[in-house]
């Protein structure tokens, strides 16, 4: 298995560009509603930042596939809920380049300024997006995510000095507070609207979640990730908000506010101060982080947009051929040039608070279920090693519950809610999305036959229109603790073979699972003896270094309970939508050694034990027996 390229930080430079970078046009949008009370605003939406980053990173870490919370869905519920989760987040990563792409054109006026207006900004905001999607196209490597650290600290210097300079020469406390009248100014609908736009930050959290599988580091890494890592996001984002409110025409209503307060607001905020050699100096300063920071979240965007496509269409919740991999950059080509397409549609209207109401339908959805479903893996996969863990958990049913979840995922909802009741275009085009992409997802599944809850894969092959082959891409493989164990975990690697994904060799997987058979006599979530969880654990561990000796395979371990083990493992492969199951039949075997078969029923049942006759007479993959050589009777020739 290929060593992991990506650090924590890595990942912070990731999260912040596409973070911070919102205020650099939200700021506008959420004041021009909120008015005075934008500071408040911005801190509640930092809660739920706060919120969102603990079960994304949690999620991340247990599940480390491509796909951010269309993977956590698809590990807690069905292929159904992981592809609207997915479908959403994709309508997100296009409206936040088209945003970002055209905000840029404002920030760039500050040089020259017909970039800002007219027919030659939709050309510079076109032009931007087609740049981003031939850079993802060719491929965009390790060593440029790892440059995003070094424009998230530029941009934090930045944005620190304008918070630093705006609290002492601009803020006056009571001139604000004069001009907050509940209800009126601003008004509820407003407020409570505003308050779900400042949430467009956070997409960058789905991003970062989709490159788990190249990151590396530890648990006290991940921990600081969710600290510090959050908290110089909230202090940059709340500091903003202060001093905007203190530079933009809040006292006059959203009437007093002007194009460029609105689409580019931090340089009227530079505009603000009176001394001219500092407001001259403090506009150039945010105009060059605005650029090179909007053009890293744009594609950082495209990224995501590459990387959930791959996940979709090796999972058949898209066609293969929106999928499809270019044949030797092995990036997905096609739909990277039709999500540039629908962004430079978007851009045309030059409308950003069109643009970031119909963003929020798309996020709050996808957050609701991303809480949603680390709360059910908390009860479905309560044995498996996590990481990191949502703190401040409660014990029920012998699960834990995740309280900051249970909290997100009722303010997601709600957030959801308003979205649909108060934006017009959210209302109208969101739900198109979502129909017209359930629409596609049924068809799709039922022309080849597949159903519509359980997972289906396709190798990458398929991807890249090449021939198929003998190996398998899934194999679900349960361990025993037995000395075949080793054998039939070679007979996987082998079947899983070289099958991997150029971008990082992890593309065959092998699920290797315990099962615990509790007696009826005792609940199921029972406290298992500490010498079988340690003998499952030394046999899982032993499962995935043996396994991982094959060139592209990757082993997920798990342990899982049931009252018979063959229900287990057929239930197994069904919730993971493996390909075929490699399994080691009871002794007494007839089967010779290094025998395969493949399908159910037939005269093998009567040579195998229980749970094998059972996995052969109910799995719906394929199923693969291996057995030892058997001892020849005595006086029997050789």
């Known amino acids: 298995m290929s060593p992991r390229t990506l650090s924590a930080r890595a990942l912070f430079g990731l999260v912040y560009t596409m973070s911070v970078s919102s205020v650099y046009f939200a700021l506008g949008v959420v004041a021009q509603r909120a008015l005075g009370l934008t500071p408040l605003v911005f801190l509640i939406a930092g809660v739920f930042f706060a919120l969102a980053s603990m079960t994304y990173v949690e999620g991340a870490a247990l599940h480390r596939e491509r796909g951010g919370s269309s993977v956590f869905a698809r590990y807690a519920f069905n292929e159904l ?8 987040i994709l309508l997100d990563y296009a409206i936040l380049l088209a945003v970002t ?25 076109v032009g931007v997006i087609a740049g981003v999607a031939l850079m993802n196209v060719v491929g965009v490597s390790a060593r440029q995510l790892r440059r995003g650290l070094i424009v998230a600290l530029a941009d934090i210097a930045v944005q620190l000095l304008v918070i630093v300079l705006g609290l002492t020469l601009l803020l006056h406390p009571g001139a604000i507070v004069d001009t907050i009248h509940l209800g009126s100014s601003p008004t509820w609908d407003d407020t409570i609207y505003a308050l779900t736009i400042a949430t467009i930050a956070f997409t960058g959290l789905e991003a970062a979640a989709s490159l788990a599988g190249e990151t590396e580091t530890s648990r006290s890494g991940l921990h600081r990730l969710v600290g510090p890592g959050v908290g110089t996001i909230l202090l940059v984002y709340v500091g903003i908000a202060v001093v905007g409110v203190s530079a933009l025409p809040v006292g006059g209503g959203p009437g007093a506010f002007t194009t460029r307060d609105v689409e580019a607001p931090l340089l009227s905020v530079a505009d603000a101060f009176t001394q001219r050699w500092l407001a001259d100096g403090l506009r150039t300063a945010v105009a060059v982080t605005a650029v090179i920071g909007l053009l890293a979240a744009a594609n950082s965007s495209m990224l995501g947009i590459s990387r959930l496509a791959y996940g979709l269409a090796t999972n058949r919740q898209i066609p293969s051929a929106l999928g499809r991999l270019h044949p030797r950059r ?7 040039a039709l999500a540039a397409l629908v962004a430079a549609a978007l851009t045309i209207p030059a409308d950003i608070d069109f643009l970031v109401g119909i963003y929020a339908f798309g996020a709050m ?28 958990s409660i014990r ?8 900051p979840a249970v909290v997100g995922a009722l303010l997601s909802g709600a957030g959801w809610v308003t979205v649909l009741v108060l934006h017009t275009g959210a209302r109208y085009v969101g739900l198109g999305w979502l129909l017209g992409g359930l629409a596609l997802y049924v068809a799709y599944r039922r022309i080849d036959g597949n159903p519509l809850l359980k997972r289906v894969t396709v190798p990458e092959r398929a991807l890249r229109g090449e021939p198929p082959r003998a190996e398998f891409g899934s194999l679900l493989v349960p361990i025993f603790g037995k000395p075949l164990d080793d054998d039939i975990v070679q007979t996987a690697g082998r079947l899983a073979g070289d099958v991997r994904d150029e971008l990082d060799e992890e593309g065959a997987t092998i699920e290797a699972i ?3 058979e509790v007696p009826m006599s005792l609940p199921i979530d029972a406290r298992l003896p500490e010498t079988q969880l340690r003998r499952a654990q030394e046999a899982l561990r032993r499962a995935k270094a043996v396994g991982e000796e094959y060139e592209g395979v990757h082993v997920q ?3 899982v309970r049931a009252r018979r083990a063959g229900e287990a493992i057929v239930r197994e492969a069904r919730r993971r939508g493996v390909e075929a199951i490699v399994l080691a039949a009871e002794e007494p075997s007839r089967v010779r050694s290094g025998a395969l078969f493949g399908g159910s029923g037939g005269p093998l049942e009567n040579y195998v034990g229980d749970v094998t006759k059972y996995v052969l007479r ?3 993959c394929r199923v693969i027996l291996t057995a030892p050589a058997a001892e020849p009777r005595a006086g029997a020739p050789r």
């Open 330 to 336: 092995g990036t997905p080509y096609v739909l990277i």
């Open 101 to 125: 792409a055209f905000t840029a054109t404002n920030y760039l006026a500050e040089f020259w300024k017909p970039v800002g207006d007219g027919p030659l900004e939709l050309v510079v905001a």
């Open 365 to 392: 959805l996808a957050f609701t279920i991303a809480h949603c479903s680390i709360i059910r893996l908390r009860f479905r996969e309560p044995d498996r090693d996590r990481p990191y863990a949502v703190p401040f």
């Open 81 to 88: 809920v992981s592809f609207v989760a997915g479908w959403a």
């Open 557 to 559: 371990t798990a342990m």
């Open 618 to 620: 109910k799995a719906d």
């Open 514 to 516: 315990w099962v615990f």
């Open 396 to 403: 029920v049913r012998g699960g834990s519950l995740p309280l």
